[in-house]
């Protein structure tokens, strides 16, 4: 709907259940899977999962009565955001291959490629920057020959963000400037929030945290403006580094703590996880060493919920996670010893061994 367009997320959801009220009520006997499909991107834009996921149950429904391949798809890309989101990876991975699959049944090009860079978020969440490469060379393929300029700009942001985490900052640079070009011929204020942050942390790599302050402060304000809960809780957290590079150890915490809530409303277990990991080590620099031990607890009991899901991924998927967050396992350790309490350390090391 034009309200989800200009991120009036509550507007289309009211808006959205008064037409299925309505249609009800005329006695329609399912609703359009795409009116549904919209209602759940509602509620996820809002942090209301459970509401979008039945949404999502009955939109798969109605796209399997109407025979609608394209609606199907989108339900499986939808479903498996919602997992992404909550950190369930393994449950997301298994959605977009199903609407991978179903979008290569009928030769949709454009379908193929959202699906294929969906995946290759997986693949970066899961510390694989080279099998994410690889998947978002393959979206980018597939949106160029259908000119899908919307999923061009996705892929190029994502693109950027693997070419930060492979030490290639100017291949990143030139992708974040493209993909602000376009943002702003499409007038696509998400898009252009999502490079600004990328942009900001280009900045960060460079030892510029002063730039990079003041662009992710730019991009604060459009996740705002469009109420971009879990964009403004990432970007907070980015401010918080940029403090922290600048040796302002109290400001860093500030930002944390202003991100870790929002996070946490919309349940992002991976930002929620980086922000407890960030908070320990900050803490643990001021000689805050039991604070420093309950943020990083929290941080470890994040991870252990979010790898419980990752049994149905092959064991070198399982691995590359456990390797993101090896190091949070460590530093509890080594501050357990440091208390005087070795036996709560050989535990934690040992549970860090048991998700190998």
Same mark, same amino acid.
């Given at each position: 709907?034009?309200?989800?367009?200009?991120?009036?997320?509550?507007?289309?959801?009211?808006?959205?259940?008064?037409?299925?009220?309505?249609?009800?009520?005329?006695?329609?006997?399912?609703?359009?899977?795409?009116?549904?499909?919209?209602?759940?991107?509602?509620?996820?834009?809002?942090?209301?999962?459970?509401?979008?996921?039945?949404?999502?149950?009955?939109?798969?429904?109605?796209?399997?009565?109407?025979?609608?391949?394209?609606?199907?798809?989108?339900?499986?890309?939808?479903?498996?955001?919602?997992?992404?989101?909550?950190?369930?990876?393994?449950?997301?991975?298994?959605?977009?291959?199903?609407?991978?699959?179903?979008?290569?049944?009928?030769?949709?090009?454009?379908?193929?490629?959202?699906?294929?860079?969906?995946?290759?978020?997986?693949?970066?969440?899961?510390?694989?920057?080279?099998?994410?490469?690889?998947?978002?060379?393959?979206?980018?393929?597939?949106?160029?020959?259908?000119?899908?300029?919307?999923?061009?700009?996705?892929?190029?942001?994502?693109?950027?963000?693997?070419?930060?985490?492979?030490?290639?900052?100017?291949?990143?640079?030139?992708?974040?400037?493209?993909?602000?070009?376009?943002?702003?011929?499409?007038?696509?204020?998400?898009?252009?929030?999502?490079?600004?942050?990328?942009?900001?942390?280009?900045?960060?790599?460079?030892?510029?945290?002063?730039?990079?302050?003041?662009?992710?402060?730019?991009?604060?304000?459009?996740?705002?403006?469009? /109420?971009?809960?879990?964009?403004?809780?990432?970007?907070?957290?980015?401010?918080?580094?940029?403090?922290?590079?600048?040796?302002?150890?109290?400001?860093?915490?500030?930002?944390?703590?202003?991100?870790?809530?929002?996070?946490?409303?919309?349940?992002?277990?991976?930002?929620? /996880?980086?922000?407890?990991?960030?908070?320990?080590?900050?803490?643990?620099?001021?000689?805050?060493?039991?604070?420093?031990?309950?943020?990083?607890?929290?941080?470890?009991?994040?991870?252990?919920?979010?790898?419980?899901?990752?049994?149905?991924?092959?064991?070198?998927?399982?691995?590359?996670?456990?390797?993101?967050?090896?190091?949070?396992?460590?530093?509890?350790?080594?501050?357990?010893?440091?208390?005087?309490?070795?036996?709560?350390?050989?535990?934690?090391?040992?549970?860090?061994?048991?998700?190998?």
């Amino acid at each position: 709907t034009v309200y989800n367009q200009l991120g009036r997320y509550e507007e289309a959801i009211a808006t959205i259940r008064d037409a299925i009220i309505l249609s009800a009520d005329q006695g329609e006997h399912w609703i359009d899977a795409n009116t549904l499909i919209q209602l759940s991107q509602a509620y996820q834009a809002v942090g209301n999962y459970s509401q979008a996921l039945v949404a999502l149950h009955h939109a798969q429904q109605s796209a399997a009565l109407e025979q609608n391949p394209l609606a199907e798809i989108s339900t499986w890309l939808s479903v498996g955001n919602v997992a992404e989101t909550l950190g369930q990876y393994g449950d997301a991975t298994v959605a977009y291959q199903a609407a991978l699959g179903k979008a290569q049944a009928i030769h949709h090009q454009q379908a193929e490629g959202a699906a294929l860079g969906s995946l290759g978020n997986i693949y970066l969440l899961l510390g694989q920057s080279e099998q994410a490469l690889e998947s978002y060379t393959q979206a980018l393929m597939r949106q160029d020959a259908v000119g899908d300029r919307q999923g061009i700009l996705t892929t190029q942001i994502n693109l950027a963000r693997i070419y930060q985490n492979l030490s290639n900052g100017e291949q990143a640079l030139t992708l974040l400037q493209s993909a602000l070009h376009l943002s702003d011929e499409l007038g696509d204020r998400s898009s252009e929030a999502q490079a600004l942050t990328l942009l900001g942390q280009h900045y960060l790599v460079q030892g510029n945290p002063a730039t990079a302050t003041e662009v992710f402060r730019q991009a604060q304000s459009l996740y705002h403006e469009q /109420g971009d809960r879990r964009g403004e809780a990432s970007v907070l957290a980015h401010l918080g580094q940029a403090a922290e590079q600048m040796g302002d150890g109290v400001q860093a915490i500030e930002w944390f703590q202003q991100a870790l809530p929002m996070a946490q409303a919309i349940h992002d277990q991976s930002t929620i /996880g980086k922000i407890l990991s960030a908070l320990g080590r900050l803490e643990q620099q001021r000689g805050q060493l039991d604070q420093a031990i309950t943020h990083y607890q929290n941080a470890v009991a994040v991870h252990e919920a979010m790898g419980q899901d990752l049994a149905s991924l092959p064991p070198n998927q399982q691995t590359a996670f456990w390797d993101t967050i090896t190091v949070d396992y460590q530093a509890l350790a080594a501050l357990l010893v440091e208390r005087d309490r070795p036996d709560e350390a050989q535990a934690i090391l040992e549970r860090l061994n048991q998700g190998f």
